[in-house]
């Protein structure tokens, strides 16, 4: 991987393409990539894998399928066109959605297994129902309100769900529910996970069940210091002032403390967390025998991870042991705890991400090298083995490994070379539900043994014939990947697909770019932006891509570049890019645009900022403008407190240096985003106008930040792909 494009991107083939895709076609169902199924788990038991499934004539709309792991038959569990009710959700469970980047989907988006894997627990359309394996499904809950992250414990013996801002939990037997907390209103809520822990920290739950079902650890989370945010959500027929508690960069956060509850509601014990209440609860576990809660405590300035244990009778707590870092620390759902009491658990102290086992005080490193383990799949006790995925041949292919926690050795690779892999396993560790993909092949689920051979498959999602993608395979062009050396002297990975090149012929390049912290781009796997890129391959565009310093998975030096100094190293390194392409013989250098979503909308105003007439043009999708109008615990984390500092802010923005945009600009925007907000952009428009500087723009009444749905999205990429036609190929629209 170390050889450079130059020498990977040699002559490609000249025959006329058939099959080519239209724009329209990349959002309508079925889906070109195929069938994309959510959620994909192993029956408690291991007799079933179940999955949700979306419909071939409607891919948001999902249904729970059941298969069975000894004969590989599959049948729908539960249909949810006949079970739901059609009724409109709540707007928490709106936004929840949002934050788990599910906006949009309907039918059932989520479900738990009971322990006994006799049933399983469906919410469909704000209430909840009991699904068993022969099909019958009952209703548990009829209600006004939505019932919300619902659970069955750990025996089984109850269930749980939050409605209306109170833990509640319903006897498994006879359905009779009862609140265990009644005071929920307002600013103040039990067991939901506040808005930064969603969409921040990768905490997408407020409550957790003991192994016994002795207790549940709750969050209560107080919103009333968070500072309430006037936000426009302008809709197609009206417009809505919503005020929002949001906690923006330098402002103050929502309290969290934790409870420990008993189910009969007898019994509320605070856990003692500290004395300082500016923290953020991180992760909660269990100990495997209930005896002991772990809490991860995070720091304000996310420099500094705590791991406690709480006696769950008491509330007293120990600090075990800190992680710290002087930027900031990842967190991760690595820790695993043993029942010998010993812990797993990763760190980046080595400057790579890596496994090590806690025991009596005492360490011992379990991976290690210039390389990152991503998630931890699995842990057999019985055999003292670790299943983790990790990158240790390639950052760009992601692999199932597994290593001995007792005598630790080289790590051994279960899944094969040539995919990207993701795992989940059972809790004994006994088999994996391996997730893979290659540019080649759209994404494939499959049961395996823990040496990673296929029992059976899940989803084939093979292109054959009858596969959605099938018409337009004669057209398909499979990514080429390289490195280039940056400014700094790293290698910096890139991926490019390319039409059949004409002898001689130079072509114009759509440079996709995301650059932000943990947004690796450059995979060897099907991502979900391809049909798109190949179709833009149609019609007759180089798509280049390359990771930037900031991205992850390629050891905290790298990933470092963007403290205190964000669209910096990152456009830096875009811009060698760009520079790359500009030498190669088959590149017209006159006709690069450059386009991006989000954080990627941020860095397309910065390489337009940073480098006038080095673009052909420039689209900025939901872009970030102003960082002090985003959160605390996304934007602290690279940029410091402004509270504090806030020259970080004012050096990383992107407004100041608008007015040197000299290339034609089109800016895209949801009216009611919620996590980038539309006044990123409208304050963008502001300083453009006062400075005369023509921009084009488009905005979507009613939109949030995915713009989701068929129509809309259709919308956008033909808005963007006229914009280029129009500016970069001087083809004006119709």
């Known amino acids: 991987m170390r050889t450079t494009l130059a020498c990977l991107l040699l002559a490609v083939a000249t025959s006329a393409i058939a099959g080519d895709i239209p724009l329209e076609r990349v959002f309508s169902s079925p889906a070109l990539?195929?069938?994309?199924?959510?959620e994909a788990r192993l029956s408690p038991d291991g007799r079933f894998v179940t999955l949700l499934k979306n419909r071939p004539d409607d891919k948001e709309r999902f249904d729970l399928w059941a298969i069975d792991t000894a004969t590989g038959t599959d049948r729908m569990l539960v249909d949810s066109k006949k079970i739901g009710t059609g009724a409109a959700i709540s707007e928490e469970e709106k936004m929840r959605r949002e934050r788990a980047r599910i906006a949009g989907t309907k039918g059932i988006t989520e479900y738990g297994w009971a322990p006994d894997s006799k049933s399983i627990l469906v919410p469909i359309d704000g209430d909840l129902y009991l699904s068993t394996l022969d099909g019958n499904v009952r209703r548990l809950t009829e209600t006004a309100a939505t019932e919300i992250d619902p659970k069955v414990s750990e025996t089984g013996r109850y269930l749980s769900f939050l409605r209306d801002q109170n833990l509640y939990v319903m006897d498994s037997a006879n359905a009779k529910e009862r609140p265990l907390?009644?005071?929920?209103?307002?600013?103040?809520?039990?067991?939901?996970?506040?808005?930064?822990?969603?969409?921040?920290?990768?905490?997408?739950?407020?409550?957790?069940?003991?192994?016994?079902?002795?207790?549940?650890?709750?969050?209560?989370?107080?919103?009333?210091?968070?500072?309430?945010?006037?936000?426009?959500?302008?809709?197609?027929?009206?417009?809505s002032l919503i005020e929002q508690r949001y906690p923006a960069a330098?402002?103050?956060?929502?309290?969290?403390?934790?409870?420990?509850?008993?189910?009969?509601?007898?019994?509320?014990?605070?856990?003692?967390?500290?004395?300082?209440?500016?923290?953020?609860?991180?992760?909660?576990?269990?100990?495997?025998d209930g005896r002991s809660l772990y809490v991860?405590?995070?720091?304000?300035?996310?420099?500094?991870?705590?791991?406690?244990?709480?006696?769950?009778?008491?509330?007293?707590?120990?600090?075990?042991?800190?992680?710290?870092?002087?930027?900031?620390?990842?967190?991760?759902?690595?820790f695993k705890p043993l029942k010998d009491g010993s812990l797993i658990w990763s760190s980046e102290r080595s400057g790579f991400s890596h496994l090590y086992r806690w025991k009596a005080g005492k360490w011992t490193q379990l991976t290690r090298?210039?390389?990152?383990?991503?998630k931890v799949a699995g842990v057999d006790e019985a055999a003292t083995r670790i299943y983790f995925t990790g990158t240790v041949e390639t950052p760009i292919e992601q692999q199932l490994y597994w290593v001995e926690y007792e005598r630790p050795g080289a790590p051994v690779r279960v899944t094969e070379k040539g995919w990207y892999n993701n795992a989940v396993m059972d809790k004994a560790a006994t088999h994996a539900l391996v997730t893979r993909s290659n540019p080649s092949q759209p994404s494939q689920?499959?049961?395996?043994?823990?040496?990673?051979?296929?029992?059976?498959?899940?989803?084939?999602?093979?292109?054959?014939?009858?596969?959605?993608?099938?018409?337009?395979?004669?057209?398909?062009?499979?990514?080429?990947?390289?490195?280039?050396?940056?400014?700094?002297?790293?290698?910096?990975?890139?991926?490019?697909?390319?039409p059949p090149r004409i002898p001689g012929k130079r072509y114009p390049v759509y440079l996709y770019v995301y650059g932000g912290p943990h947004g690796q781009q450059v995979t060897d796997a099907w991502y979900s932006a391809l049909p798109l890129h190949e179709a833009l391959v149609d019609k007759g565009w180089i798509v280049f891509t390359i990771d930037n310093r900031g991205t992850n998975r390629r050891g905290t030096r790298f990933e470092n570049a963007v403290y205190r100094s964000m669209g910096d190293a990152e456009v830096q390194d875009q811009l060698a890019g760009v520079e790359?392409?500009?030498?190669?013989?088959?590149?017209?250098?006159?006709?690069?645009?450059?386009?991006?979503?989000?954080?990627?909308?941020?860095?397309?105003?910065?390489?337009?900022?940073?480098?006038?007439?080095?673009?052909?043009?420039?689209?900025?999708?939901?872009?970030?403008?102003?960082?002090?109008?985003?959160?605390?615990?996304y934007t602290e984390r690279y940029l410091g407190n402004p509270a504090v500092d806030p020259t970080p802010y004012q050096t990383s923005n992107a407004l100041d240096d608008a007015v040197k945009i000299q290339d034609p600009l089109l800016l895209v925007h949801g009216m009611?985003?919620?996590?980038?907000?539309?006044?990123?952009?409208?304050?963008?428009?502001?300083?453009?106008?006062?400075?005369?500087?023509?921009?084009?723009?488009?905005?979507?009444?009613?939109?949030?930040?995915?713009?989701?749905?068929?129509?809309?999205?259709?919308?956008?990429?033909t808005t963007i792909t006229r914009f280029l036609e129009d500016k970069v190929l001087g083809k004006p629209a119709n």
């Open 181 to 239: 907390t009644s005071d929920g209103r307002g600013t103040l809520s039990w067991g939901a996970a506040e808005f930064v822990a969603q969409e921040e920290l990768g905490r997408d739950t407020g409550y957790w069940w003991s192994p016994d079902d002795r207790y549940i650890a709750v969050a209560r989370v107080d919103e009333s210091p968070v500072a309430v945010v006037k936000r426009a959500a302008i809709g197609a027929s009206g417009t």
């Open 445 to 498: 689920t499959y049961l395996a043994d823990t040496g990673g051979r296929r029992i059976a498959w899940v989803q084939e999602n093979a292109l054959d014939a009858s596969h959605p993608y099938a018409p337009y395979l004669d057209s398909h062009v499979k990514p080429t990947f390289g490195s280039i050396v940056g400014p700094d002297g790293s290698n910096l990975y890139c991926r490019m697909l390319s």
């Open 250 to 288: 330098g402002t103050r956060n929502a309290i969290v403390d934790l409870y420990l509850l008993t189910p009969d509601g007898g019994s509320r014990v605070k856990a003692d967390l500290g004395s300082n209440p500016d923290y953020y609860l991180a992760r909660v576990d269990w100990a495997k």
């Open 296 to 334: 991860q405590r995070l720091s304000r300035d996310q420099k500094r991870l705590d791991l406690i244990r709480v006696d769950p009778a008491t509330g007293r707590s120990t600090l075990l042991f800190s992680e710290s870092s002087p930027t900031w620390v990842n967190l991760t759902d690595n």
């Open 369 to 374: 090298g210039s390389w990152a383990v991503e």
């Open 580 to 633: 790359w392409l500009k030498k190669q013989p088959f590149v017209d250098p006159k006709k690069i645009a450059v386009q991006g979503w989000s954080y990627g909308g941020y860095m397309t105003l910065k390489l337009l900022e940073k480098a006038p007439g080095t673009f052909a043009a420039g689209v900025a999708v939901a872009p970030v403008t102003e960082w002090e109008l985003y959160d605390t615990a």
């Open 672 to 717: 009611s985003d919620d996590n980038v907000v539309f006044q990123n952009s409208t304050e963008l428009y502001a300083r453009l106008q006062q400075a005369k500087r023509p921009f084009e723009m488009m905005a979507y009444p009613g939109a949030t930040h995915a713009i989701a749905g068929e129509g809309p999205q259709t919308h956008v990429w």
């Open 33 to 38: 990539s195929g069938p994309t199924p959510r």
